[in-house]
């Protein structure tokens, strides 16, 4: 399984440069810089030379299978937008006008929530090309998200999007019972609906320990929710979204759980907690870090500086876990990085932040994916997978 994953850099086209400069006239408002890439995805079709509308050529079309019957996945291409970005499952069908082939919404939470009242909860690390965040899981709550993926989910599959929602458990709770009883609630409220379903246990920015650090209670939720999926008539993927700062042993233990549990995977991974931002390959230091919160924390770092850590977890994850399904997660921004993936076994990739840094990045890491796989002779990603079938 030896494969050289280089964290390749792309050509920064004038597009990408009027990005930058939006970007740097917006720099007081973060959050309005974040959010406008809704607008972005609705009005691509109509914003002359964007080029933005669905593509539904089948060169880049994935379908993945699960040994235990698990419904498959069908993503129009293996590029999926990352939880956080569409918290409120809102006009999905738009994502797909940006190139995105499948869509993960959320996280959920089972009420409402308004998420952190500092501001801004998000920063900007241009050197990095990295943001920062500490939203604290603000959402609609699970039932109006799970009610609006229902509605547009036949749409969604039309213009070849895949959707899975997000959930996690309600920051606060106290009592054992309740929390438990809670993450099975949202979880089975998303299992209806969504394609797959992926559970958030790796949020750093609740004020609260992050659930994947318990792993005694991480088992009780994952024994709660495959008794809760076995007693159904019809089997949907799950997906655990990991934090990709853990140590190997730490990460052992918890794969080891989830394969007992029949999880059918894993998504590596979430922000990285900027406590240990040195670890990365940052250019930044904590200390420049805008905070987040009013304890002074900066939250969760994304973006480019995640990707060699996020690979070296997915080499150990595929080496160690071939059953699982990985879709990797961190600092993804180039189709070169995407075909290494691939090549390493990832089912999917999930990307974030390279939309605030590429202008039309789905579309332009699309055409770089076709032109890898083209240089090692496969005109679809299809013949890719007949000539590499799954063991
Ligand atoms: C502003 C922001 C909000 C996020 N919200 C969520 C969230 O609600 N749930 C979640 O699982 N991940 C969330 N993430 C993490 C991303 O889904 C992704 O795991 C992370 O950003 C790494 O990918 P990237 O390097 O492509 O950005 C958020 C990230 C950012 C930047």
């Not at 949202?186 to 958030?200: L, P, Q």
């Not at 974030?352 to 579309?363: C, D, E, K, L, T």
């Not at 679809?380 to 799954?390: C, I, S």
Request: some cysteine; overall charge neutral.
């Amino acid at each position: 399984m030896s494969n050289d994953c280089i964290n390749h850099e792309y050509y920064m086209r004038p597009s990408d440069r009027i990005l930058a400069l939006i970007r740097r006239i917006f720099h007081n408002n973060p959050e309005f810089r974040h959010d406008s890439f809704k607008h972005v995805a609705r009005f691509a079709p109509v914003i002359p030379l964007m080029g933005g509308r669905p593509d539904l050529s089948n060169t880049l079309q994935r379908v993945v299978t699960f040994a235990d019957g698990s419904n498959p996945l069908h993503f129009g291409c293996p590029i999926i937008l990352a939880a956080g970005a569409n918290k409120t499952a809102l006009r999905i069908c738009d994502y797909a006008n940006v190139g995105f082939g499948g869509i993960s919404v959320g996280t959920a939470t089972r009420h409402v929530r308004e998420g952190n009242t500092h501001r801004p909860r998000i920063g900007f690390v241009e050197k990095d090309r990295a943001i920062h965040n500490s939203m604290g899981l603000n959402n609609d709550g699970v039932e109006a998200v799970c009610r609006r993926v229902e509605t547009q989910l036949e749409a969604a599959h039309k213009t070849h999007l895949c959707v899975g929602v997000s959930v996690a458990e309600t920051p606060g709770l106290t009592d054992e019972n309740e929390k438990l009883k809670d993450v099975v609630e949202t979880f089975a409220i998303a299992y209806k609906v969504g394609d797959y379903v992926e559970i958030n246990v790796s949020c750093p920015n609740t004020g609260e320990n992050r659930v994947d650090l318990d792993t005694s209670f991480l088992e009780k939720i994952f024994t709660e929710i495959t008794n809760y999926r076995n007693s159904q008539s019809y089997r949907k993927a799950v997906y655990a979204k990991l934090s990709p700062d853990m140590l190997e042993c730490h990460l052992k233990t918890i794969m080891d759980m989830l394969v007992q549990k029949g999880v059918n995977g894993v998504i590596m991974g979430n922000t990285y907690p900027t406590a240990k931002v040195n670890e990365l390959p940052v250019c930044v230091t904590f200390d420049e870090l805008t905070p987040l919160r009013g304890d002074g924390n900066r939250g969760g770092m994304s973006g480019r500086p995640l990707y060699e850590n996020m690979v070296k977890n997915v080499k150990f994850i595929r080496e160690n876990y071939p059953q699982m399904s990985v879709m990797a997660c961190g600092g993804i921004d180039h189709g070169f990085k995407i075909y290494d993936l691939i090549k390493l076994g990832v089912d999917a990739v999930q990307c974030y932040s390279v939309v605030a840094f590429r202008w039309m990045a789905a579309h332009a890491m699309r055409k770089e994916l076709e032109e890898a796989l083209m240089g090692d002779g496969y005109k679809t990603l299809a013949d890719y997978d007949a000539a590499h079938p799954k063991l």
